[in-house]
């Protein structure tokens, strides 16, 4: 059984309620724990001790009184530096905002009080949550538990490197291009991105980009799947305006056992490569399901173009992001995106950053994501999930000379944009799609790896189950060694 700060929220609070450990004590545990190893990775970046500790003692006093507030009675989490909290700065990693500290809660933080937890710390984000690494000028850089000379991802890097070394009990992040699969598959932990739409985002939108960012989601960060499912049931449902009318459930999951799964894998794409020891993995997976008698195809695919998808993507991305032309600071951090996704020819005077989309391009990106949808709807008649890498390569070293637009990655030796490790996030987010990303065991290089299941549209219970499956049989959270 794992040590006690790295255990799942959800056996800490049955920990609580039993009255096996306070929740002040467990506070205490999680600050000590702050105080000890957080100087090593820079994952939590903003507390309000005195807050947490209040309703810490008022989540004793009150099982002592026989009440119970939840799923989630007395335990402590963090949570990403962008969802609103009272008392706690939301600064988005940018120094504009370094003094913001909103006046309400997020919808989400909300939900998860309602629940019962108790957030203490927020953690670290890149500036405007872009780039798969986590640094910016207000908190400086987040390393990964792993390998400190390393990235966790991002761009929810510090939410997945304070779970994955014990510095809290459970976390939420953001996803639109992978930023709660890369960093799940970097740190050795599990991620879910929902489907869109089924998240809200009331208390979690910077300001000049709107009410609902297109194709942006809200996604739990812990070290058990079924950590996942419960986070999930909290945060899912209509924005507050539609509740009236409208509520949301979510279908059960397709198979009960092995022999019903049907499960296609794909280890990389002829225009997206991937990394052997990341493939390795992922095969090991698909190897362990085909013993169990899961019905394993390596050949099945919809019927997609994985280049046109990605350029999809990109195009609706940078439509959506058009809101904040006139931001030169804000553009400056998207070289890698502009040159990837905006043709040199396409602006006035061949200057992408003037590029502007027309009303009329956009329809033909959503129609492509329409027909992108259908083609997704029609393979997963045929199966179940597609088993995928979450990312091109194992945690990418830190690059402190160049900023995550300036920099390049490496993969099967070749130097490649920052943009195209989006790819594995940005192919299945244009069509709304859910997945889970859990561990699939460590590389030969001994840094974690992640497989990524993916599922049809609102299958997110199928992505999770098959998820709590392999963690029961094949292979769960391990911590990385030193952050005992």
Known sequence: MSALPFRSATDLAALIKKKQIGSEELLDLYLDRFEKYN??????????????????????????????????????????????????????????????????????????????????????????????????????????????????????????????????????????????????????????????????????????????????????????????????SLMVGPDPSDAIAWKLTLPPPRVGSWKDLRAAVMLEDASFEVDTEVQDRIQAVADFLGKKGAKVSDWARPAIESTLAFRTFGGLLMAGLAIRKDDQKFWSRLAHLRSRFMRPDAGEGGNPTERVFTHAEWLQLDNARQLLRQAWADFFKEYDVLLCPAAPTVAVPHDPHHAWHERRIMIKGKSTSPADPTFWGGFFSVAYLPATVAPAGLSKSGLPVGVQIVGPAYGDNTCIAVAQRLEREFQGFIPAKGWE
Not at 54 to 67: P, S, T
Not at 153 to 167: K, M, Q
Not at 190 to 204: E, L, Q, S
Request: some cysteine; glycine content about 12%; proline content about 7%.
């Open 39 to 232: 100087p090593r990775v820079n994952a939590v970046i903003a507390t309000d001790i005195p807050a947490a500790r209040r309703r810490a003692k008022a989540a004793d006093a009150a099982l002592a009184k026989g009440e119970d507030w939840g799923p989630l009675h007395g335990v402590p989490m963090t949570i990403k530096d962008s969802f609103d909290i009272v008392g706690m700065p939301s600064t988005w990693g940018v120094l504009e905002l370094k003094d913001h500290r909103p006046a309400r809660n997020a919808l989400a933080v909300e939900r998860f009080l309602d629940a019962g937890a108790i957030f203490f710390g927020k953690t670290n984000v890149p500036a405007f949550l872009i780039g798969w690494a986590t640094h910016s000028e207000v908190h400086g850089t987040t390393n990964n538990p792993w390998d400190l000379s390393r990235s966790p991802g991002g761009s929810s890097g510090g939410s997945a490197a304070a779970v994955a070394t014990g510095l809290t009990a459970l976390e939420l992040g953001v996803d639109f291009g992978g930023g709660v699969r890369n960093v799940a598959h970097y740190c050795g932990i599990y991620g879910h991105k929902p489907t869109y739409g089924i998240t809200n985002w009331v208390g979690h939108v910077l300001p000049g980009f709107g009410t609902k960012p297109d194709m942006s989601v809200n996604g739990p960060i812990a070290r058990s799947a079924t950590d996942l499912k419960l986070a999930l």
